[in-house]
């Protein structure tokens, strides 16, 4: 079955960098985006980027630009979520969600998502 | 950007339906997803293109659209269903744009 396992919750402090694996396993990895969406505490979820595992291109939420990269590895099958200049606002879990290229993305959902990782940002 | 709208909260008792509504502009021209997430958990997808169904969720999940809105409808609701739910669409700028999300409370 389709699987995508994070990385373990992480503690920075402002203005540190942190970084979040998404290992994904059950499927052809290089068949499907990977996405990553954030959701502060209480709060709900923001989309930040894509990065097609295939060709290694990527896209930003204007937000983000600038301070999330985004990268992956198709010989383990993962991907990974850089962010960087962390601010207390960026305390969230982090998750990594699977979108299929084989179809437009005006049409196509987020249909298999990892179970988050919390990074917190405190002084 | 676009923006999505949804209620903060509905509630519901069990057996009933629930109508959750997600207003955008002309969303009716857009491809729909919709997400429960209970707490503590994961998102999961329940609807996709505004009225389709993964595999493995109830029938009692529908959607349409129409218009300036986007409707998730939940039949005889049950406990189990209790959770935030949260619209998506796709923005021409290449986004994806998440509705606010709505708490289903099940009485």
């Known amino acids: 079955q389709v699987q995508l396992v994070q990385s373990g919750a992480e503690v920075r402090r402002p203005g540190a960098s942190v970084r979040v694996s998404c290992k994904a396993s059950?499927?052809?990895?290089?068949?499907?985006?990977i996405y990553w969406v954030r959701q502060a505490p209480g709060q709900g979820l923001e989309w930040m980027g894509r990065?097609?595992?295939?060709?290694?291109?990527?896209n930003y939420g204007q937000k983000f630009q600038g301070r999330v990269t985004l990268t992956s590895d198709a010989s383990i099958t993962t991907a990974y979520m850089d962010l960087s200049r962390l601010r207390s606002d960026d305390t969230a879990v982090y998750y990594c969600?699977?979108?299929?290229?084989?179809?437009?993305?005006?049409?196509?959902?987020?249909?298999?998502w990892g179970q988050g990782t919390l990074v917190s940002v405190s002084s | 950007s676009y923006v999505l709208t949804q209620a903060p909260a509905v509630s519901v008792a069990p057996g009933k339906t629930a109508t959750i509504t997600c207003g955008g502009n002309?969303?009716?021209?857009?491809?729909v997803h919709w997400y429960q997430q209970r707490p503590g958990q994961a998102p999961l997808l329940v609807i996709y293109?505004?009225?389709d169904r993964p595999s493995g969720i109830p029938e009692r999940f529908s959607g349409s659209t129409s218009g300036n809105t986007a409707t998730l409808t939940i039949s005889r609701v049950e406990a189990g269903d209790e959770a935030d739910y949260y619209c998506?669409?796709?923005?021409?700028?290449?986004?994806?744009?998440f509705g606010p999300g709505t708490q289903v409370t099940v009485l």
């Open positions: 969600a699977r979108v299929d290229r084989g179809s437009p993305s005006s049409v196509t959902p987020l249909d298999n």
């Open positions: 990065i097609n595992t295939d060709s290694g291109g990527t």
């Open positions: 002309n969303i009716g021209t857009k491809s």
């Open positions: 998506q669409v796709w923005d021409s700028i290449g986004d994806y744009v």
């Open positions: 293109d505004n009225d």
């Open positions: 059950g499927y052809t990895f290089t068949t499907f985006y």
